[in-house]
Structure formats: C-alpha cells, structure tokens
C-alpha cells in the first residue's frame, strides 16, 4: 500500500485562494492515477477532482471551473489549486491513490475505487 500526505490546508476568505498538496511514497511516475475528495461534518464523502495521468481530468460540477488538478512531476506530487473558494468548500480534503482500473473515466470521483489514503487537510472558507 502506497503512503499519501496531504498539506496546504488553511484557513482562507470566500473568494481568496489556496493550494493542497499530495505526496505519494511511490515514485510519481508509477502512479496512474489520483483524486480529491472532501467531507464536510455530518455529510458523505464526495469527489471534488481526480487525474488519470497522462490522459484525463475530471471535477464535480460544485468546483468546476474552480478548482484545478495537476501533476507535478518534479516534485513527485499532486496539486489541487483552489480559486474563488466558498464557504460551502469548507470541508476535510482528503487525496487518494491505486484506483481499481486501469483507464479513464468519471468513475474516478467515487471514492470506492481507491485504495491508498491519507490522513487529510483541512480547508475552512469564511465568508
């Protein structure tokens, strides 16, 4: 099982921006794919981004337009940068890596296709 690490979590006004961060333990190289995912108290886990490297990128429809995933290969990490945030971003940014397949697709948002996980960064917008 791969280990994952997330930073950048804050505190940050509605509007501003931030950047969160996913390190692997794996070369980065190897990893084919990744997502973000957030929970908010008393709510479910949802996908916010995920890369199918080399291929594909997908965002739910609430940080569309918004937020952006990106490899960064010399840095062996994952970035989620995060523009005109909301209070409803307010939430536990989770990253996650080994997805069950091997191509692309939405499907990559759920987050019962993964296996490695981290501990989580937490990101509150005030408005």
């Known amino acids: 099982q791969v280990n994952v690490v997330e930073s950048g979590g804050g505190s940050v006004q509605a509007g501003g921006s931030l950047t969160l961060s996913c390190a692997v333990s794996?070369?980065?190289?190897?990893?084919?794919?990744m997502g973000w995912f957030r929970q908010a108290p008393g709510k479910e886990r949802e996908g916010v981004a995920a890369i199918y490297v080399g291929q594909s990128t997908y965002y739910s429809d609430s940080v569309k337009g918004r937020f952006t995933i990106a490899l960064d290969n010399a840095r062996d990490r994952v970035a989620l940068q995060m523009n005109d945030v909301k209070p409803e971003d307010t939430a536990m940014y989770y990253c996650?890596?080994?997805?069950?397949?091997?191509?692309?697709?939405?499907?990559?948002?759920?987050?019962?296709?993964?296996?490695?996980w981290g501990q989580g960064t937490q990101v509150t917008v005030s408005s």
């Open positions: 794996d070369d980065i190289t190897n990893v084919h794919c």
């Open positions: 996650a890596t080994e997805c069950r397949w091997a191509v692309p697709g939405s499907w990559l948002l759920k987050s019962s296709e993964y296996k490695s």
